[in-house]
């Protein structure tokens, strides 16, 4: 320790990371809100959910995604301070707080289980609910950080920083679940990209140099998407899930059995709280990880007063999954019922649960560049800005800017 100075232990914080190397944190208010236990808790919610089941190596976690984030809008920060681009160290700390904290509020499992365990509620609105938290703690430290993530700043380049079409969320999550995955469409010249970064009239502009790296970005999302966040198993996985609550929460208001219970604070949500989120309820989800939903997973296996509940909870365990079908239509109506009458024979259930539970349909939508307000704008040399979906010869103009669907069905076999 410095005599002089007690605190400079505490001044430079380094954490190793496999994809970017060393990570340096060189501030206090972000050192401490890194030790915060309502940051930590990231550490026990995985950045793909259960997505490991299809790619063993995707165990990384919201903790490690968020570090990524931070270090990416580190670099933009400093390449477009070279640049000439005006920002101050308050601004610069806003928004290295901000793209931090951008996933704070995820639930168990991510977006697996988004708007079941906080009801009807994206994670944003918890991750706003938390920083006002934090900030309330830290004395106001974080307004520059609340502003920007709402973008109610007037630098509105420095919220595309951190949510946009191009942003440094989207550049980390690509670039470490194809590291993870190992799928390498999904990589990405985040490298590059960031040094094509400037700023016209406060808005993130890429510069046109930048034009090919930008598409073989947009390109690579496209096939992420299809090849791992929506693989069909991947779907399937997350369908069950989801359908395990579900059953959990329907059997608890018609029988309030309480050996439903897991005994933690995941019991509030699930069974309990009702209503609008409130900072009240902050407490207890700073306990709530995956650990409880695999934990409560595992218990609900034995739970013998219900086949649909054990059966699901043993699907998923077991990695027994349900078939899947896909096409690029809806299916046919009486194909499903002959199915629903198969499966509900089979399990000696009611067509109802069947149809609930165990044959699913699903249709999934994307488009990989929305046209609109979050436009990435190309700068060209002539300093004209044109979207990028305008560029004649741009690949995003033919392909990407398409919203893609596809229909999925899942079932067990009979």
């Keep these: 320790m410095n005599k002089q100075n007690p605190y400079l232990q505490d001044a430079i914080k380094v954490i190793q990371d496999p994809v970017y190397g060393f990570i340096t944190f060189d501030h206090p208010l972000i050192i401490n809100i890194l ?54 160290k308050e601004e610069e700390l806003g928004v290295l707080l901000a793209s931090l904290l951008h996933d704070i509020g995820h639930g168990p499992f991510g977006h697996d289980l988004e708007s079941v365990i906080i009801r009807d509620t994206k994670h944003e609105v918890i ?37 946009s079409q191009l942003d440094t969320d989207r550049l980390d999550y690509l ?19 960031l040094k094509m970064f400037n700023v016209v009239n406060y808005e993130l502009v890429i510069e046109e140099k930048g034009l090919y790296s930008v598409e073989n970005f947009l390109l690579a999302r496209r096939q992420m998407y299809w090849q791992v966040y929506l693989h069909k198993t991947a779907l399937a996985i997350g369908t069950i899930l989801n359908l395990i609550i579900q059953r959990a929460q329907e059997l608890y208001q018609k029988t309030q059995d309480n050996d439903l219970y897991i005994h933690s604070d995941i019991d ?30 595992k218990k609900w296996r034995t739970y013998t007063k219900d086949f649909v509940l054990q059966e699901l909870c043993r699907r998923l365990l077991d990695r027994d999954l349900l078939k899947i079908k896909n096409q690029n239509i809806p299916f046919d109506k009486e194909e499903l019922q002959l199915k629903i009458k198969q499966v509900a024979q089979k399990f000696n259930i009611s067509e109802t649960d069947t149809e609930t539970y165990f044959v699913i349909t699903r249709k999934i939508e994307n488009r990989f560049y929305k046209t609109g307000e979050e436009k990435i704008n190309i700068l060209l040399r002539s300093n004209q800005l044109i979207e990028i979906n305008d560029i004649a010869h741009s690949v995003v103009k033919d392909s990407n800017s398409q919203k893609e669907q596809k229909y999925f069905l899942f079932f067990p076999e009979v």
């Design 268 to 297: 509030f949500f699930l069974f309990h709280w009702h209503g609008q989120p409130h900072e009240s309820i902050l407490p207890r989800f700073y306990k709530i990880d995956d650990t409880d939903i695999l934990f409560a997973i």
């Design 127 to 163: 991750t706003l609910m938390i920083m006002h938290a934090l900030n309330k703690e830290f004395h106001n430290q974080l307004d520059m950080a609340i502003a920007i993530f709402q973008n109610d700043y007037p630098k509105k380049f420095l919220h595309q920083l951190v949510s």
């Design 35 to 88: 030790n915060h236990h309502s940051f930590q808790r990231l550490r026990r919610i995985r950045q793909l959910g259960l997505d490991d089941l299809v790619y063993p190596g995707v165990e990384h976690t919201r903790f490690n995604h968020s570090l990524g984030c931070y270090f990416l809008c580190k670099a933009a920060v400093i390449e477009l301070q070279q640049k000439g681009i005006a920002i101050t």
């Design 175 to 193: 670039t470490r679940d194809s590291y993870f995955s190992g799928v390498k469409g999904g990589i990405v010249e985040y490298n590059r990209i």
